[in-house]
């Protein structure tokens, strides 16, 4: 089984390649997938979210606000540190197991914002992918869901892709049309079909 990873800042488009990947025939994990499959499934770790964010995280019914969560997460270092010393070991586990069960003759792709800080991980990858946007072409592609300040918090706090290239076995440019992603994709795809 090939296991490779695909990674990239908010709003880079790694998402979206993945898309192209599942079309041709990997099997995609999608990471923030599972990190909120991990809060719904874990009682214990959306009691120790709300210890350490306070009662403001929870919706009336008591199940995560993942927005509010989210804009406090991302204020500070401080406060991203402490959301991933939370949610990253049994996020992690649960990937872990995932990919133990996933069964087929095509790759396997991990869909994660965060590989290139988790090393455990990164280190059984065949291959790595990121994909990299400019700064304004990704504040573009999210203006809609957040707003402005929201971005610039999270893109602040994300390792800068100068480092995640030094990292990556091919980096993919995304600042053209989803027809241009598309000609890159069948390229990667080649590399990564054909990559034992």
């Known amino acids: 089984m090939r296991l490779i990873g695909v990674t990239g800042g908010?709003?880079?488009?790694?998402?979206?390649?993945?898309?192209?990947?599942?079309?041709?025939?990997?099997?995609?994990?999608?990471?923030?997938?599972?990190?909120?499959?991990?809060?719904?499934?874990?009682?214990?770790?959306?009691?120790?979210?709300?210890?350490?964010?306070?009662?403001?995280?929870?919706?009336?019914?008591g199940s995560l606000n993942r927005r509010r969560l989210g804009r406090l997460a991302f204020k500070s270092s401080e406060n991203r540190l402490k959301l991933n010393r939370i949610v990253h070991p049994p996020l992690l586990k649960l990937l872990k197991e995932r990919i133990k069960k996933t069964k087929g003759p095509g790759p396997v792709i991990i869909d994660a914002a965060l590989l290139g800080e988790w090393n455990e991980l990164s280190a059984i990858l065949d291959f790595l992918i990121l994909v990299r946007a400019k700064k304004r072409t990704r504040k573009k592609r999210i203006g809609s869901r957040w707003s402005l300040r929201e971005i610039e918090e999270r893109m602040a706090l994300q390792l800068p892709a100068e480092e995640l290239a030094k990292k990556a076995d091919l980096v993919i440019d995304n600042d053209g049309s989803l027809k241009e992603l598309e000609g890159q994709a069948h390229k990667a795809w080649e590399m990564i079909s054909q990559h034992d």
């Open 10 to 61: 908010i709003g880079s488009g790694k998402t979206t390649l993945c898309e192209f990947f599942r079309r041709w025939g990997a099997q995609v994990i999608d990471a923030d997938g599972l990190g909120r499959e991990v809060v719904e499934k874990d009682p214990s770790v959306l009691k120790r979210l709300e210890v350490a964010f306070g009662r403001s995280i929870l919706n009336p019914d």
